[in-house]
Structure formats: structure tokens, C-alpha cells
């Protein structure tokens, strides 16, 4: 598993991550993250167990 997707899955777990987390991640993978965390406030009403579903978008 890598640093990505140890993040994604400590954030559904806990629902938080720290700088720590952060600072583990490359910059492609933070705009990965980004993008995920900002679908996931849209479209799964911030519920942990809903981060990392692809959604369809309207």
C-alpha cells in the first residue's frame, strides 16, 4: 500500500490526518488527496465511509 493510500485510509478510519500525513505525500499525490477530500465534502456530505467512492457528478 502506498503513502496515498495509507492517508485515504487512516482519513476514513478516523475521519482526521496530521501534518505527518502530509508531509509523507509527494506533490502529485497531494493533488490526488486534494481532489478526493473535495469530492468526498460534495458528494458524501463529509461521512468518512464515503471517502474514496467515485460519485457521479450532476
Not at 505525500?25 to 465511509?49: F, Q, T
Amino acid at each position: 500500500m502506498d503513502a496515498l493510500q495509507e492517508t485515504v485510509e487512516k482519513l476514513k478510519e478516523t475521519g482526521t490526518i496530521g501534518l505527518e500525513d502530509f508531509r509523507s505525500l509527494k506533490m502529485k499525490e497531494l493533488e490526488v488527496l486534494a481532489e478526493e477530500i473535495k469530492e468526498w465534502c460534495l458528494y458524501g456530505n463529509g461521512k468518512p465511509e464515503k471517502l474514496g467512492k467515485k460519485h457521479k457528478k450532476h
